[in-house]
T-cell receptor, first 112, second 112 residues
């Protein structure tokens, strides 16, 4: 099964609302990364949080990491229609650091 | 710096044929990873190359192979194509382990 699992699978919100996505993983990690993918295109790196960090911000993005629960959350504040995309969490395996495992993703729709 | 480039962007093949996809990483990046993305299976790790050596491999049959050249450019080859090989193939490069990956736009392969 997947190393990372996002929740929910799909999310639909109104423009201006906040969107929260969660990710759970199974094994020990050095860092956890979030990526965005617009329909059928390549992935864009959003933010990387290291295992010794609990929270990280980048613009309208806020990521938290709870290593005791093996979970992370991505919060997008004041969402825009342009935020419509799929969001993936990814974890490089600690035993094989360039083997990165992606979760199934959360599909976010922001309605104008 | 130029981003990760992948060629071709679109490809249509028939069952039984073989295909070669190419990826040029960001200048200075020595690690190149390949992923297969399908609606049913999501993003799956194929393999990762560093300095012309395959360091990591996902759970794909031997029909999927790859290589990396001395200039870090990488190719992946799929022989005896099956309908289920239809997917978006993504390549990503990174400067070193544990860091963010930079993705190319992908090659959309359709097998008829």
């Amino acid at each position: 099964s997947q190393q990372g699992e996002e929740d929910p699978q799909a999310l639909s919100i109104q423009e201006g609302e906040n969107a929260t996505m969660n990710c759970s993983y199974k094994t020990s990690i050095n860092n956890l990364q979030w990526y965005r993918q617009n329909s059928g295109r390549g992935l864009v790196h959003l933010i990387l949080i290291r295992s010794n960090e609990r929270e990280k911000h980048s613009g309208r993005l806020r990521v938290t990491l709870d290593t005791s629960k093996k979970s992370s959350s991505l919060l997008i504040t004041a969402s825009r229609a342009a935020d419509t995309a799929s969001y993936f969490c990814a974890t490089p395996l600690k035993t094989s650091y360039d083997k990165v495992i992606f979760g199934p993703g959360t599909s976010l729709s922001v309605i104008p | 710096k130029a981003g990760v480039t992948q060629t071709p962007r679109y490809l249509i093949k028939t069952r039984g044929q073989q295909v070669t996809l190419s990826c040029s990483p960001i200048s200075g990046h020595r690690s190149v990873s390949w992923y297969q993305q399908t609606p049913g299976q999501g993003l799956q790790f194929l393999f990762e190359y560093f300095s012309e050596t395959q360091r990591n491999k996902g759970n794909f049959p031997g029909r999927f192979s790859g290589r990396q050249f001395s200039n870090s450019r990488s190719e992946m080859n799929v022989s005896t194509l099956e309908l289920g090989d239809s997917a978006l193939y993504l390549c990503a490069s990174t400067s070193s382990g544990y860091n963010e990956q930079f993705f190319g736009p992908g090659t959309r392969l359709t097998v008829l």
